[in-house]
């Protein structure tokens, strides 16, 4: 057979949509009722869980990020009160990290696709994955509890001693709330590195494994390593806050600085738990709309490692203006440009996969191209703020706000939708409307431009964040902002709309709809309960497609 | 389109009144930008980059025009380089900053002191000639000042746009900043760290001004009392003048010179006796006994405000005998009227 009769097979089209049925039996209808759903053990059924209760919360701090906007439209603090609007970002800062960016790739795409990827049945642990899911539902309701009984306004960051003596609103709620949630997030993470490294199908080494798995145990090291610190911080304010043990507390020989330090050995590791999930998915969509193996796979796969492992030695570099030793600010900062490099790495290495690949433009790859123009943005500024002197200018204002946002929402959320869009016909069986679905993908780049360009400026200028009100001069950019906020919204809101509505009347998808060549697109859509009818034995690379032009021909010859 | 002549008013005085660039008024200022400007192309050339990747391979091996994708494992030259410049880069802006931060945080031997307490939601800012400002600062320009900072509640961060500089008021330590203003005129002081209901409110002007219109402020705003002769005022009623009098049966050591002195304590450690260290050995006194000394001098937190702490400092600062200290001594001894101020001591 020619090189060129076999390629004809790899062109990616849709499969014939009309031949494509939907399987009889699959992991959704294989039990009913609510109980089989309350009760599951089915990564792939948590895993939907996951994806209502955090597509929930995601709009719930969407509308606190609204709030914000509408309130900044004007320089008067004329929409609501102050403390009203303190609550409002504070909110939204815990909603957004807590309850979406942290859970979102890992537990909802990750849970799905892991043990699908690797070829296994479940996870290692089911019961601790649907206790995962169950203490980010109690956390989730705490934080609910917390808002509607009056709210929060500490600022997701939780600063000693405003948080532990100076603050009467429902501190300690919304402190169990994220404590009892970091746990979801500690086991979500042990469960994915047991799996990872126990349960691999036979012939999938390790460097046969979907970069999307590497990223998320690259994640999940952070998870588990990281989060205890967080939760040992919150229980020190809530104790500061009902016995006043003093650990925070100058006056009693006690150090403000502390809770500083160990609030950002999480929470700086914490973006890297949100971003590499998101660079997970990103190497997979590139790769299957280019028909290319990702450039330098090893490389991609141990620039994970090492952002998960650098990312552990640079959290001093959130205090730089807090009177840490100029000494220690120097190593800090050096630490961050090096965690900066294999940022870089994986950039340049997605844009070369496209070289000589055979592009096509579906929705995820729309979004995959969003996320690479944003997170470039979004990480070259962060070297801005890593780099000392210009930190001391930048830091603590709408610069550091608009950075953020460019690596969370420009990067992570693109990632994620992205990635919602890849694998909904498998998680679903189902097609969206490909227009609208690119669309939504090129207003939610617009608008989310015009929102976060501004704040740059903003920053430079010396708006602080956090503010209710601001000098009139700065009026301009924030309209420009709030304007951007409201595209932004809409952009976020039609897969919300499209998606529901293909439950029922998108087109049937079949198992491979992308002639993807992961594990996952070789079973049917939606998968059984036990995912695989036998062991899968893997015998080619990730990102194979000349394997995957073989087994349809194989599959040709067999059915003519 | 017709657009009303008031809407057009409005619109152009709108946009004739917004920023885009904050002003260069301290001598940073150029530094911090030309920072800025590097990395602002670092990023600029980066983005376009990606951007001719991306766009380009796509348009080129679209489908459409390369059916047919050639499989490619990698190039370890290729990773190389894209490893090694953005390093390279990173590294020249890492030295850059830190040159930066050295400059904006380590202030010239010649700076004049200011001294500022932040607080739920004020700047109050105390000039040693016994100028009392809040909400307002003003300087000369041409002149390096140093701001020495505290807060009396919650964390607070004082952030002068116009001049590239920002630090954090901490509670319970001296924080400081310097700048030298270029030019005079008035600029915004913002509080940048998120500090409870008001923290927009917690702002405030500095005003540079010429060293004339500076000093003719000075005279005509100053309460009459520098900072140091409220301090002298402290020390009396606080009684600190039975122990520390620097006569040879004082139970206290002699403060005479003592500020920039080298001390040595009990526990046997050298300290440098700076602002930090004479408020910390008030509040804490247990912790800071002089060698020589008993541990007998009690505790004076939470008797004391930020304020009076720096009212002290400065005051013991400018003691280079204990001829004043004996002087108020013996006053207070014969019983005639001491030069006490009711309601200096703030809680």
Redesign the interface.
Known sequence: MSAASISSNTILNLPDQRTATMPKRHYINNEDGLLSWLLTGDHKRIALLYLISITFFFFIGGAFAGLIRLELLTPQPDLVASDTYNKFFTMHGIIMIFLFLVPSVPATLGNFLIPIMIGAKDLAFPKINLLSWYLYIIGGTLTLAALVLGGVDTGWTFTTPLSTHYLNTHVVTAATAIFIAGFASIFTGLNFIVTIHRMRAPGMTWFRMPLFVWANYAASILMVLGTPVLAIAIVLVALERLIGIGVFDPTKGGDPLLFQHLFWFYSHPAVYIMILPGMGVISEVISTFSRKRVFGYTAVAFSSVAIAVFGFFVWAHHMFIMGVSNYSALVFSLLTMLVAVPSAIKIFNWAFTLQKGSITFETPMIYAFGFMGLFTIGGLTGVFLGSLGMDIHLTETYFIVAHFHYVMVGGMLMAFLAGIHFWWPKMTGRMYSEPLSKLSAVVSFIGFNLTFMPQFILGYLGMPRRYHAYPPEFQVLNVLSTAGATVLGVGFTLPLLYLAWSLKYGEIAGSNPWQATGLEWQIQSPPLTENFTEVPVIDYEAYDYEWLERKHANEVTTVG | MHISPVMWQFITK??A??????REASTVAP??DA??FF?VG??VV??IL??I??IG??VR???SV??????????TL??AT??II??AI??V??V??????????NPPANSMNIYVVGK?WMWKAEHPGGQHEINALHVPIGRPVQLTMISQ???H?F?I??F?????V????Y?TVWFEATEAGTY?I????????????MIGEVTAMTPEDYDKWTQESTSGTSLAQNGERLFASMECTACHNGTSTARGPSLAGVYGSKLTLVSGQQVVVNDAYLRDAIL?PSQHVTAGFAPIMPTY??QISEDGLIDLVEYIKTLDTNYRVQQTLGTSQSDLAAPTTPGMVKP
Not at chain 2, 17 to 22: C, G, I, K, V
Not at chain 2, 190 to 201: I, L, M, P, R, V
Request: with cysteine.
């Open positions: 709108w946009l009144n917004s920023a885009l660039f904050p530094w911090a920072l800025y990395l670092m990023t980066g983005l990606v951007g990747l991306v391979f796509s091996y679209r489908r390369h059916p047919v994708a050639t499989q490619i494992e990698g190039s290729l990773e894209w490893t953005p390093l990173f590294l802006t890492f850059w900053g830190a040159l930066l931060y050295f400059r904006i945080y739920q509640d919650v964390f961060s952030s746009p116009d590239r500089v920002k630090r954090e901490i509670p319970g330590r924080s915004h913002f509080c940048t760290q998120y500090c409870g209901t008001k923290h927009s409110g804490n937190q939470g």
